[in-house]
C-alpha cells in the first residue's frame, strides 16, 4: 500500500472534476444496493473532451509507472472509472479481485492485482478510504494504491459531493485497457 501526495496537479484535478459533474447525473441510488454503475460514474471509455480523456491517460500511465516502481514488476492499466460520490453514499467492505463474488464476476474481476484511487477534491465530509484497519483522508492530488485482494471501503458521505478517478491495474499484458 502507498499513499502518493501531490500525484496530480490542483488545476488538473479540478478540470477533471468539473467535467466529471457535468457529465453525470445527480439521480443516485442512496440505499447503496449498488454503489457503482449507477448515474454517479463515468468509464474512462464515456470521456467525450479530448483534453479531458488524455489528462485522464496521462496519470493513469504515470500511476502505473509509479505502481510497477513500488511492486517491483510490470503492471498494466486494467480498467478506470470516473466516480462522483454524492451525500449519503458509501462502500462496504469489498475486495476488487472477485474473491467471495459468484464464479461469473470473478472471471470479470481475476485479472485485478493492484488498486488505485487519485482524489480530485477534498471539500467534502466524510467519504474516507479504509484500507485494512487504516483510514485516509482524501486530499486533492493524492492517490491511494494497494492490492486489489486487500479489503476496503468508504465511508458514508456526511456533507458535499467526493470526486475520484478509480483504477485498477494488472500483471497480464492481454487484460491491458484503461
Known amino acids: 500500500m502507498k499513499?502518493?501526495?501531490n500525484f496530480v496537479n490542483p488545476n488538473h484535478c479540478n478540470q477533471i472534476y468539473s467535467y466529471l459533474k457535468e457529465n453525470t447525473s445527480k439521480t443516485y441510488n442512496v440505499d447503496n444496493t449498488r454503489p457503482w454503475f449507477e448515474n454517479n460514474n463515468l468509464f474512462y471509455s464515456?470521456?467525450?473532451d479530448p483534453y479531458i480523456?488524455?489528462?485522464v491517460k496521462r496519470y493513469i500511465v504515470k500511476l502505473s509507472?509509479?505502481?510497477s516502481l513500488h511492486y517491483k514488476q510490470t503492471i498494466y492499466p486494467h480498467y478506470t472509472d470516473l466516480v462522483v460520490w454524492h451525500k449519503g453514499k458509501y462502500m462496504e467492505a469489498h475486495r476488487d479481485d472477485g474473491h467471495g463474488s459468484d464464479e461469473n464476476i470473478r472471471k470479470i474481476l481475476k485479472?485485478?492485482?493492484v488498486s488505485s484511487l487519485i482524489y480530485l477534491n477534498d471539500n467534502f465530509t466524510g467519504g474516507q478510504t479504509f484500507v485494512g484497519k487504516k483510514k485516509f483522508k482524501?486530499?486533492?492530488g493524492a492517490a491511494l494504491i494497494f492490492k486489489s485482494n486487500v479489503?476496503?471501503?468508504v465511508t458514508k458521505i456526511e456533507d458535499g459531493v467526493r470526486g475520484t478517478?478509480?483504477?485498477w491495474f494488472t500483471k497480464y499484458f492481454e487484460s491491458f485497457d484503461l
Do not use: M, V
Open 3 to 5: 499513499y502518493l501526495k
Open 46 to 48: 464515456q470521456i467525450e
Open 53 to 55: 480523456k488524455d489528462l
Open 65 to 67: 509507472t509509479a505502481i
Open 111 to 113: 485479472p485485478r492485482y
Open 138 to 140: 482524501p486530499k486533492q
Open 151 to 153: 479489503i476496503h471501503g
Open 165 to 167: 478517478i478509480a483504477s
